[in-house]
Each structure stands twice: as C-alpha cells, then as structure tokens.
C-alpha cells in the first residue's frame, strides 16, 4: 500500500504552520518535531515538570516514570535486549565522547584507533583526542569513488593492534550506508571494539542493534523526530557493566564519601546530573510513534523520491553528484555541486523559492577532500517529503544555473 | 532578499575577483578560512611606511566572500591599519543592519547581507585576513 504523505505531514506541526512554499530538505541536519514528540515536550515542561531519580511526591515520580519509560520506548525502538543498555544523552556528539572517555582505560600505546574519511567530524575528533592522550594511533579506512566506505581496504586496516573501530552506519553527506557485518567480523577476530555513528540512520526505520555486530551506537534525538537536546547510546550490556564512569556528579552514584565514591550501576553511572528530562521524554514518544509507521510504504516511498531526485540532478547541465547514484544500500541523502558556482550560493537563492537545502562541508571536511571539494549542497529527504519537494528543489537549481554558472 | 543579495554588482565584483592574483613577493601572506564552509583567503600584502602598497589574493569562496576580496583588492592601496579598522567597523555595521554610509561607499552592495546573519562571516573574511596581516606586520616592526 501506498504511503499517506498528506496524513503523514499533518503529523507534523510545522507544516501547518509555515506557509508554503515552504520544501525542507535538510532532514540530515534536523528532522522537523512530530506532534507526539511536541506534546510530550510541553506536556512534560507545563504539567509535568520535576526533576527525575529521587523526589518521592507524585509529580517527581510521574517524572521519573515518564523519563524511565523514554529510555524503554528508545530500547524497544533500537530493538536493545534491555532498557539499561541505552544512556540517555544530549546527542550524538556526546555520546560518541562518552564512548572515548570510557573507552580511555583499553588502550595504549602503540594500539590503533581505526575511523575512516566517510566520517563526521563528531566520529573523528574525540577519537583523535583520545589518541593523543594515549599515544595511540588513528587510522582511517579510505571510500570509493562514489562515497561509501571502501571495504576492500578493511583487511588492511584492521589488525592486531587495533583496538577501537568507530564507524558511520550512514553517511551524512553520500547517504551510502554501511555493511557493518564485515567490520564487525573482522573488528571481533581481532578483540577490537566496534563503535557506530548511528545518527543519519536512525530516522529512517526501526533496526535491531543487538544483532548489527557492534559494541556502542550513537544517534540523536532529533534527526528522528523528537526535540533538540536529547539523545542516547547504547552500549552491549556486558562491556557496559565493565565501563567507568565519564562524568561525575548527582545521580551517577550509589554512596559518596570524602575518601572515596561507589557508583550506580549502568546506565546511571553515565547519567550524571539533571539530565535534559523534556527532550528525552520527547524522543521516547518519537521513538514509540515511528515504531507504529509503515515502514515497507516510507522506504519505497523514499526510495522512488531519491530516485527522482538523482534522476533530475543528472540531467542538469553543471551538476555533479557527490555520492552513489544508485539505489542500493543507502538512503535519500545527497551531496551535489554546481559546477562555477558556490554551494553557499545555490543554498541562499533556492530559499528563495521556499527550498531549505544545507550547503557547506557537513562536518565530513576529509570526505571533502576525497571529492576534490570544500563545500557541497546537500538535499535530505524524510518520510514526510514527496515529489512537489523534490521539483521545487531541481526547478530552483535550474534558476540558479541560469542566473549563476 | 535573495535577489537583492546575488545583484549584478556583486555577482560582476566576484568575477572580477577570479582575475585578480596572489602577489609574487609579498611582505606578508596571511590565510584565513571560514568555518562555516571551509572557504579560504590567501591574502598577499606589500607595504610601504605602514601602508598598502600593493594587495593580491587568491580567493575560494562563495559571490560575497569573492566579491569582499575584489573591493578590498580594488580599494585598499595605501590604506593604514587604522583606515582599514575603519573600513571593517563600517562594514560591520552596515551589517549589523545600521544605515552607516561606510567609508569605501563601494561596500554598500553588501547592505541586503544584513538580513542574512549566517554569511556575514563571507562578507568580512577578507577584511579580517586584511587586518590579521597588518597587525602582524605592525608587530613586527614595532
């Protein structure tokens, strides 16, 4: 069956809101908030407000129960074993921190941290930080011409001193997803880490992460729909169980002394804080409504919108798409330039005719240098997007062609 | 907005700029880039009694970052440190949405820029990377 964008945008605020025209096309930066990620957001702020873990009054126990629940309705989404798997954080960018704090105490000198130049800038700095704080190495696995990780060279980059592999499950810029199954089989026969990038993945379905082969998954809450401000990592329980703790503070202990501290057990011992209680409590309800959607109807109707747009981007005179031009493995993210013209520029004048697109480097500035570039433009598609967007979007760069290049 | 933003002058400034050249034998070359998206100025001085005696850049950037560099390029002979504060203050109040008649009138083509806070970091690069080497170059001789 078909999928009902009509019903579907009307899920969204902002679409009533905005008058048109009115095309967003930057999903990959944020997702707009759904309706139940909104209400729960104000609902928590307005009627529901206290902070969470320890007041005994109804109102702080509704809070808590609201923040608990959040954390079930992300595992059940992430299809986790459990609920304590999942840390709640402010984002990606946090979590992929936390993970290179907590992962400090396994390496050493001489071992070697494995990224690669598909990578956003949140999955290379802390990992180069934390290289330099150990003497470690950092390594980075090259990409094929057309933007995906290039797996060819996995056997020359993993080996006995690696010790950590992080890893994008989506690339923010080409779209082309991952095949962690070989990066895991690899990174497992040699005792390394797997870590995942999970943020541009995350918004387009629910997945099973228990079976993905990994060790630690990142992802934010808004991209999938919820408010800013939130986010989570899961983390497999039994390396979770063995991991110290990050930051310290209220909520991450069990017994505080002067000499000494004992810490709450996970996922607790990487909450220290008030945690941004809202935001969570959105994410969970936006976590729950997208487990409810079609999602054979949302990938087909992406998939025919990604084919679409790389279709009419093709026959533009000037353009060059940064990315895979194919359908398989990936979703409807895609990087472009305009030949003679500044991605700054195409951005700013399709605002004009009501098209949000991204320009810039994207975080991923080594990805640039692999496609000769400094800057792209980035159309992202999300469920609630259909065909009008896309011709917005390819009859607006038509007039910037004929007004720019 | 964006039509007043990509107007002929500043679309025929950045043109401009893409003949304009780095200089064979500068005093000074500072490089500045812009966060935002990477763009980067290589900005070359030659300098006479602390003025300006001869600009060359080379230039990768958007229209108004390009353009930004064609007028300081055009403009900036013999200026001084102090004229060129001048001339960013201005700039970045024209910005900042002030009806300011800014000392080189030229930079008025950037006054539709105002309502489009995110580049006004294209607008300002060159005169920055301007300032950055003259102040070098003041340090360096005091």
Redesign the interface.
């Known amino acids: 069956m078909s999928l009902d964008v009509a019903g579907l945008r009307r899920s969204f605020p902002i679409f009533s809101r905005i008058p048109p025209p009115f095309h967003y096309l930057d999903n990959a930066a944020t997702g707009q908030i759904c309706a139940a990620a909104a209400e729960a957001l104000t609902g928590f702020e307005m009627a529901g407000r206290a902070n969470v873990k320890r007041g005994v009054y109804r109102l702080a126990d509704r809070a808590t129960q609201a923040f608990a629940e959040a954390r079930g309705r992300i595992a059940r989404y992430l299809g986790a074993n459990r609920p304590e798997e999942v840390i709640l954080t402010t984002g990606t960018t946090f979590g992929l921190n936390l993970a290179a704090h907590v992962l400090e105490e396994r390496l050493g000198p001489g071992d070697t941290i494995l990224i690669s130049r598909l990578e956003h800038h949140s999955n290379i700095v802390p990992w180069q930080m934390l290289a330099r704080r150990r003497g470690a190495r950092l390594r980075a696995l090259g990409v094929t011409a057309d933007g995906r990780l290039d797996l060819a060279d996995l056997d020359n980059g993993i080996d006995r001193s690696t010790r950590i592999v992080a890893l994008t499950h989506c690339s923010n810029v080409t779209g082309a997803v991952t095949d962690l199954a070989p990066v895991a089989e690899r990174a497992r026969a040699v005792g390394a880490l797997l870590v995942v990038d999970g943020a541009q993945r995350v918004p387009h379905g629910p997945l099973e992460v228990s079976g993905l082969g990994c060790d630690i998954y990142a992802l934010s809450g808004h991209k999938m729909f919820g408010a800013t401000g939130a986010g989570a990592l899961w983390v497999r329980w039994e390396l979770l169980e063995t991991l110290p703790p990050f930051l310290g503070g209220g909520e991450m202990i069990r017994r505080v002394r002067i000499e000494d501290t004992r810490y709450a057990p996970p996922p607790h011992r990487f909450e220290a804080g008030t945690p941004p209680i809202g935001p969570a409590i959105a994410m969970g309800a936006a976590a729950e409504w997208l487990s409810g959607l079609d999602w054979q109807a949302i990938a087909a109707h992406e998939k025919s919108l990604t084919s679409r747009l790389l279709t009419g981007l093709e026959t533009l005179p000037g353009v060059r798409i940064c990315g895979p031009r194919d359908l398989q493995a990936r979703f409807g993210v895609v990087a472009f330039e305009v030949e003679g013209v500044?991605?700054?520029?195409v951005c700013?004048?399709l605002?004009?005719f009501g098209v949000c697109t991204r320009?810039?480097?994207h975080c991923a500035?080594p990805l640039?240098e692999v496609f000769g570039t400094?800057?792209t433009v980035r159309a992202s598609l999300a469920p609630y997007n259909d065909a009008a967007d896309v011709d917005a979007l390819l009859e607006g760069l038509e007039q910037v062609i004929r007004?720019?290049r | 907005?964006?039509?007043d933003?990509?107007n002929q002058r500043i679309?025929e400034a950045a043109r401009r700029a893409r003949e304009q050249q780095p200089l064979d034998a500068p005093d000074i070359r500072v490089t500045r880039d812009n966060p935002?998206?990477?763009?980067?100025i290589t900005l070359d001085l030659q300098l006479e009694d602390g003025r300006i005696a001869a600009i060359g850049h080379r230039t990768?950037?958007?229209?108004?970052t390009e353009a930004a560099a064609a007028i300081l390029a055009e403009r900036g002979r013999d200026a001084t440190l102090q004229t060129l504060r001048r001339v960013r203050d201005d700039l970045a109040r024209l910005l900042a949405g002030e009806m300011v008649e800014p000392v080189w009138p030229e930079l008025a083509v950037f006054r539709p820029v105002a309502e489009?806070k995110s580049?006004h970091e294209?607008v300002l690069l060159p005169f920055d990377a301007a300032l950055d080497a003259l102040s070098r170059a003041a340090r360096e001789t005091s």
């Not at chain 2, 990768?60 to 108004?64: A, I, K, M, S, Y």
């Open positions: 500044h991605a700054h520029d700013q004048m605002d004009a320009g810039g480097h500035q640039m400094v800057a007004t720019l | 907005m964006n039509r933003l990509y679309i935002l998206c990477g763009d980067r990768r950037g958007c229209l108004l489009v580049r294209c």
